[in-house]
């Protein structure tokens, strides 16, 4: 059985940082690319960063991009989203997920698996 379990969730202030965990179990990690999504109340779902098999590329919102940096460590099945330079409008319930294989370069599209999600909220 696949879980990915998130944490590191909070309240901080605009401005603060917060450093998000996902840790998975059940499947070979270094098998699979990673991403962290987001959403906020009455939103759609957005993509916020990938990183591929082995760390060797990742990408990025536009909206996130220079102030969160994706991370892995395949030794501990885990993923890192580090958070920067916090605003109001980053806050969302954020999910880590999992999928096997990028085609024709959409790092989006479906993801295998997903965690329960954790909670960020950023007040102004």
């Known amino acids: 059985q696949v879980t990915l379990v998130e944490s590191g969730g909070g309240l901080v202030q605009a401005g603060g940082s917060l450093r998000l965990s996902c840790a998975a179990s059940?499947?070979?990690?270094?098998?699979?690319?990673m991403a962290w999504f987001r959403q906020a109340p009455g939103k759609e779902r957005d993509l916020v960063a990938v990183?591929?098999?082995?760390?060797?590329?990742?990408w990025y919102a536009d909206s996130v991009k220079g102030r969160f940096v994706i991370s892995r460590d395949n030794a501990k099945n885990t993923v890192y989203l580090q958070m920067n330079s916090l605003k109001p409008e980053d806050t969302a319930e954020y999910y880590c997920?999992?999928?096997?294989?990028?085609?024709?370069?959409?790092?989006?599209?479906?993801?295998?698996?997903w965690g329960q999600g954790t909670q960020v909220t950023v007040s102004s």
């Open positions: 997920a999992a999928k096997r294989y990028i085609y024709n370069g959409d790092v989006g599209g479906k993801y295998d698996y």
């Open positions: 059940g499947l070979t990690f270094s098998s699979y690319v």
């Open positions: 990183i591929k098999w082995k760390g060797e590329s990742t």
